[in-house]
């Protein structure tokens, strides 16, 4: 019995570990716990995408987003509507190196996105959860409906609640969520009223 178990959680290892390797494990969000849990919640489009690096000497490369904002759903931080938000994701190529982080949000020019954002000490904000708090406009051509849907490749989410977890096993997606636009919004508008 003992060396079935032993085995069995073996033949587990063996299988998950390839894929967990180039993963970023992290606690899965829904809608509503993005929402109670952002400062901002803005619909926009990005205008900029630029590869930098700190300058406190490690050289750690990132990506800086310049978000145009159309809507702001929700905002506890004073920002003006006319103004950009400047988001940034861990991770890019900065003068010589490059730094990949499995699951950060990837940003291109011009595309439409949601996006719930946690407030830093500077000028710039991070996504909420990381990938999780980023969720792609697209027009499905069937229905010719606004669509979202979040890209959260690269993470595994731990699934809610966590005594649970390794019985459910991670939650990975490559796309979820793939829902109309305007049930977004009014999930977005539901759960500010109960914060």
């Not at 989410?157 to 049930?183: C, E, F, M, Y």
């Amino acid at each position: 019995m003992m060396r079935s178990t032993v085995t069995f959680l073996f033949l587990i290892a063996a299988i998950l570990a390839p894929r967990m390797m180039f993963a970023t494990t992290i606690l899965h969000l829904d809608l509503p716990d993005l929402v109670k849990a952002s400062e901002i919640v803005v619909k926009g489009k990005v205008g900029r995408v630029q590869s930098r690096s700190t300058e406190d000497g490690m050289l750690l490369p990132f990506t800086e987003i310049t978000l145009i904002p159309e809507i702001i759903y929700k905002s506890h931080v004073a920002i003006d509507e006319d103004a950009s938000i400047v988001i940034r994701t861990l991770g890019s190529q900065s003068k010589g190196r490059a730094l990949h982080v499995a699951g950060t949000g990837k940003f291109k020019v011009g595309e439409e996105v949601v996006v719930f954002l946690e407030a830093t000490s500077d000028s710039y904000f991070i996504l909420l959860g990381m990938a999780q708090g980023k969720y792609d406009i697209y027009k499905d051509h069937k229905t010719g409906l606004s669509m979202v849907a979040r890209q959260t490749q690269g993470l595994h989410r731990v699934a809610k609640p966590l005594s649970k977890a390794i019985i459910q096993g991670i939650v990975q997606g490559t796309s979820d969520n793939h829902i109309p636009l305007h049930l977004l919004e009014t999930i977005i508008e539901n759960n500010i009223g109960e914060e």
